[in-house]
């Protein structure tokens, strides 16, 4: 019986040293290391109008240097409309130079015919008046008929002088309203000229920056609806290491604080620096912040490598110490 009870005691002994071990050791041996992931920021590129994309000059997978070109869509309509545009651009600057030279010979001539025509009908006018005069102090014209020798005789005057003015506006070349107007429109054609020109390079773009080409959506001869992503670059910039930090330790990461990381099958010494420490935490326990629910509360912290590294690859982040 003594026997019976001292195996069951060490039975229990070492059942006890078991639970322990299963309980203790994984809380000791755990890391202290931030668990965290690679994660990317994709650009979407696409043209402004619909049409047949008539290159593609990248694959899924390859590696873009900044100003690279990517894709052409078919451009024949955005290249009608650039050259429209610069025959109207000709069409305005023509129009400007000649409301600039002023009036032509053969136009000088023909004013110079109307103010001899208006002087010839002002000297007949001034003749049938002074006989007009003469003969109302014989009595034999009438008051009426003076009125009318004196107001023809004004009128011819005045268009002497508008004859005169409009010949000196000629040779003088003062017309600066027609030439306010034509600049006008050469301004306004060199503009849309521009728009045009704009969007017909839209329809090749380049590479904004470093990148890998992440995916193609559309191939060569394939119809593009306008505004529709044809391809997704993943810049070297846009590649970030996003990690979680407890609620305890937050004071410690700040933007522009370096990093050091770690990944399976990683060159050793990996760093990033931090560009974005979250204002929210990513677990809020729905009643209370009592100690206990505040340890589960992590932030997410996102920091730029300088090695391109592949989005949804996990990663170790050694922990920063507070106050440094």
């Not at 136009?107 to 006018?125: F, H, K, S």
């Not at 070297?236 to 930090?245: A, G, H, T």
Request: net charge positive; with cysteine.
């Amino acid at each position: 019986m003594t026997r019976q009870r001292l195996l069951v005691a060490v039975l229990l002994l070492v059942g006890g040293l078991i639970i322990a071990g299963l309980v203790v050791l994984p809380r000791t041996g755990r890391s202290h290391a931030l668990t965290g992931y690679i994660e990317g920021e994709p650009l979407y590129l696409a043209a402004p109008a619909a049409g047949a994309v008539q290159a593609m000059q990248v694959a899924r997978g390859d590696v873009v240097k900044a100003g690279q070109p990517l894709f052409t869509i078919d451009p024949q309509t955005a290249e009608a409309a650039v050259r429209q545009a610069q025959a109207q651009l000709a069409v305005a600057q023509a129009q400007a130079a000649d409301a600039r030279k002023g009036q032509r010979p053969v136009e000088i001539a023909v004013l110079d015919a109307n103010i001899a025509a208006a002087e010839a009908r002002a000297r007949d006018a001034q003749t049938t008046l002074k006989r007009t005069i003469e003969l109302a102090a014989q009595g034999v014209a009438s008051r009426q008929q003076l009125d009318d020798a004196r107001s023809s005789a004004e009128t011819t005057e005045a268009q002497v002088r508008s004859a005169r003015r409009v010949r000196d506006a000629a040779t003088l070349g003062a017309r600066a309203d027609q030439i306010r107007a034509a600049d006008d429109k050469v301004r306004d054609a060199r503009a849309a000229l521009q728009a045009a020109q704009v969007r017909l390079a839209q329809l090749s773009p380049r590479a904004p920056a470093d990148a890998r080409v992440e995916d193609v959506f559309f191939h060569q001869g394939e119809w593009a609806p306008a505004n529709q992503p044809i391809l997704s670059l993943l810049p070297d910039d846009r590649i970030y290491v996003r990690f979680f930090v407890p609620e305890a330790t937050m004071e410690a990461y700040r933007p522009g604080r370096v990093v050091r990381f770690s990944c399976d099958g990683c060159a050793k010494g990996l760093t990033a620096k931090i560009v974005f420490v979250s204002p929210r935490p990513e677990y809020t326990p729905p009643v209370i912040y009592s100690r206990q629910n505040r340890e589960r509360m992590v932030y997410m912290v996102e920091a730029r490598a300088a090695v391109r590294l592949n989005p949804g690859l996990p990663v170790d982040v050694e922990p920063l110490e507070p106050g440094r």
